[in-house]
Structure formats: C-alpha cells, structure tokens
C-alpha cells in the first residue's frame, strides 16, 4: 500500500473491520443494500502522513442528501463567527478581497462574510446543504473543488486572498489536485488555512472514533509541513483548538512569503518528542483503543442484565466507528437522539440503531445515556441538566471507559 502524498510505504496501525459510509443513515427495510468497506490506517515511514488504507468513491460520501449541517452546534456557530471576524480584520483587508471556503456547507462561516459585503465563494458538492447555504444569501458552487475547479475559479474571479476548508481537507484523497488548485488560486501573499482533527489529539485522547470514510487523513505539523513543502507552500501558523475533541488550524502561504510563526517549531518539537508519527507510538494508540472497546462493551452488556434502558446521544458520523467496531446494536442501546432532521427516522448505518428526534430522549429519561457526541459534552450537558438531576448518568468512552 502506497502513500496518498508522496508514494512512500505505509505502515498499518489499526483495523476496525468492515465498516459503512458513515453518514448513510438508512430508510428502515434499506438495510439490505448497504455498502461497507474495510477500515484500516497506516502512516507513512517517508513523509509521516497517518492516512486510512482503503478509499471511499466521494460521490458515496458526498451528495445530495449528505446529512450533516454545520449549525447543528451552538457552539460550532461561534467558532466560524469568531473565524469569519478574524479573516474579515486580518486577511480580508484589501481594496476588494475574496475567500473561497471548501465544504462550505450550510454556510455557517461564510454567512458572516456575506453579510459584510465581501466577495466570497462556497465550493459544496452536496447539493442539499449547499442549497441550504445560498438561501442564506451565501454564493455557492455544487462541486468538488479539485485543480481544475480553481482554475476556473481563477479565471472568473481573479485570484483569492484566503482559502479556508474546515473539517474538509482532512476528507480529500486526492490532495495533489487540491494543493495545485489552491497554488492556482491564492493570490501571491494570499494563505490558505485549514482546521482538522489533530493526531496528536486522536493519540492522546485513544479517539478512534475520529477515524472513519469521511476522515482520510489524520493530519499533525510534521505530516502537514510535508505536504505543503511538495508544492512550494510553507507552514507559517499552527493553533491548537478545542472544537471537535481538538484539532489544529494550519496556515498555509507560498514558500518566503511570511515569517512563520514559534508556534510551528514549538508544535513540531512537541510531535518528535512524543515520537506522533512513529509506528510504534500508533500501534500503542491501537492497544488502548482495544482495551477501551472491550471495556465498553462490557458495561453495556453488564447494564443490559441489570435492565437499564440505555439511550444514545448524537447520532454523529464518529459514532459509526463505534457502534460498528464494537458490535453496538437496538439490544444494547434502545435508540439515538438526535437534532438532525435528514437523521430522524432512519437507523444507523451497519448498526441500525433507530435515531429520533431530542424530545424522544425525555420520554421518559433513561438510566443512561451513550454520548456519541462526547466532542459537543460541554454544550449537550449545559442543555440536559434536567437528565442528570432525575438520575440519569452519561457514559463516556474517551479517553477511557467512565460514568458521569
Ligand atoms: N466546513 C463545515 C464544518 O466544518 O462544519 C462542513 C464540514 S463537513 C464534515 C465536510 C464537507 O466537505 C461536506 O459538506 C462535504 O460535502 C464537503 N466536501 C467533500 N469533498 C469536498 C471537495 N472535494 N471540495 C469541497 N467540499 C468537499
Ligand atoms: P459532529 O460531531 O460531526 O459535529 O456531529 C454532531 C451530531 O450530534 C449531529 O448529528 C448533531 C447532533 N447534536 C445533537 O443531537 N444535539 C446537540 O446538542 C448537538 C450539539 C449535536
Ligand atoms: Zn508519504
């Protein structure tokens, strides 16, 4: 198996079997025609990129009916605001600037920029959510960005000050096209800035459920210094953040262009002193992360010879990692919760657990409740302090097995 970037020799670290498309929520008596894969992830020994072994088609992942929405979480809607104010006070200062946001989505952050007034341009290809974002005045086109895309983009809109992707790099295979499109793109003191789930995070914290067919790349600064070097980009900033059980955002800008940031050296020397990217550190990720579905699973079999009814909370794209790897189904879990509509009503993928709206999970409360969602616990539990106060009590399996 060949590395994605630079076509360097993988090593595998992990196996989680075979596995669904992790946002295909299926129509009950749709089961039958589910497609699996098998997940598996490796990383590089050239340029230490972690990465899943086998590909997902895009067109499988992404479409009309992709379910996800940005501005499902409260607290995801500040943190694009806050971004959109930055870039608009930092970056997009320039007689007539212009952002193009990959995976812009329901148009989240680029809301905030279209309000200002300032020239911008969504690339979705799932054309629900994208129709979602241009109703909200965003200006969106259905497709995926790739070299090609930016060309044109190029040539119609002249060249972009920034190019931002959250939570959508990270998705993309096929990052030759990407990078080359974005150094099409970028104007020459431009930057392109990107936010995604950090290995070091994933490592720390044994998140496996980071990993799934959305997820191809498990990007850190070494791994990332890499890629751009390959096309004439440099790392200039890194900053830690806490959304999405924690991820980093990295800024990207034409080799020269900028001082790079102490940030860059000081995460890069945090990565070589925990040895991240060795195979050996990942085969360790793995163990723990072994340890920690046995232990799940024990405590959901021991609650079901007690009786308790166990709910789920979020019927997120990472719980399908979960429920899959460690054989959760409607015998241990009743149902999940959660506040998507295209969700509702359907069951989850190769689980087939039944997800329903919020108000199913006060009707009545049950003794416990899974949090699949554990990267939104702070904004879930501030909501469902009622749930704990009647004695109910959330189990947690990051970074171990607990009860709160
Ligand atoms: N940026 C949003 C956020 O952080 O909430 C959405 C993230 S969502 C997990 C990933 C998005 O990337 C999806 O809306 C998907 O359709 C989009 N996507 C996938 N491949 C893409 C590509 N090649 N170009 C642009 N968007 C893509
Ligand atoms: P994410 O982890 O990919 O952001 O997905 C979060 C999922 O959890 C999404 O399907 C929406 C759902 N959710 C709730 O049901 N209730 C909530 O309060 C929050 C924040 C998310
Ligand atoms: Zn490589």
């Not at 496996?208 to 004439?232: K, L, N, P, W």
């Not at 990942?282 to 920690?292: K, S």
Request: with cysteine; net charge negative; aromatic share 10%.
């Amino acid at each position: 198996m060949e590395c994605r970037i630079c076509s360097g020799r993988l090593h595998q670290f992990a196996d989680f079997g075979r596995q669904p498309v992790s946002d295909a929520f299926v129509t009950p008596g749709g089961t039958a025609s589910e497609f699996f894969f098998h997940l598996a992830v490796g990383v590089c020994e050239d340029c230490s990129m972690a990465q899943l072994l086998h590909e997902v088609d895009r067109e499988r992942m992404f479409h009309d009916d992709y379910p996800y929405l940005s501005s499902g979480s409260a607290v995801m809607r500040a943190h694009f605001d806050a971004l959109a104010k930055r870039l608009l006070a930092t970056e997009l200062t320039g007689p007539d600037p212009f952002v193009v946001e990959l995976g812009c989505n329901d148009g989240t952050m680029l809301a905030t920029i279209a309000d200002e007034g300032v020239r911008h341009l969504g690339v979705e290809p799932s054309g629900g959510v994208a129709d979602v974002a241009a109703a909200r005045g965003v200006r969106v086109r259905k497709d995926f960005f790739e070299a090609g895309v930016a060309a044109e983009i190029r040539a119609a809109d002249g060249p972009a000050d920034v190019v931002y992707a959250a939570n959508t790099l990270c998705h993309i295979p096929y990052m030759d096209s990407i990078l080359s499109g974005v150094d099409a793109l970028l104007s020459p003191g431009g930057v392109f800035v990107f936010e995604d789930p950090y290995l070091g995070d994933i490592v720390a914290r044994a998140s496996f459920d980071q990993i799934y067919d959305e997820h191809f790349y498990f990007f850190c600064a070494t791994s990332v210094r890499a890629m751009a070097d390959r096309h004439g980009f440099e790392l200039v900033d890194v900053e830690r953040l806490p959304v999405h059980g924690g991820e980093v955002r990295y800024t990207l800008a034409r080799r020269g262009a900028r001082t790079p940031s102490s940030t860059v050296a000081g995460l890069l020397a945090a990565e070589r002193a925990a040895r991240l990217t060795e195979p050996a550190t990942l085969r360790a990720f793995a163990a723990r992360v072994a340890a920690n579905r046995d232990d799940l699973v024990a405590l959901l079999r021991r609650l079901r010879e007690q009786g308790a009814r166990v709910y789920g909370y979020g019927a997120t794209a990472k719980s399908a990692t979960v429920l899959n790897y460690c054989g959760i189904g409607p015998d241990l879990v009743s149902f999940v919760c959660d506040t998507t509509p295209a969700k509702q009503g359907r069951l989850t993928p190769g689980s087939h657990l039944p997800v329903r709206g919020p108000e199913a999970f006060a009707d009545p409360y049950p003794d416990y409740a899974l949090l699949l969602a554990w990267n939104h616990a702070e904004e879930i539990m501030a909501k469902e302090t009622a749930f704990r106060e009647a004695g109910g009590r959330w189990i947690l399996y990051v970074p171990t097995v607990h009860t709160v």
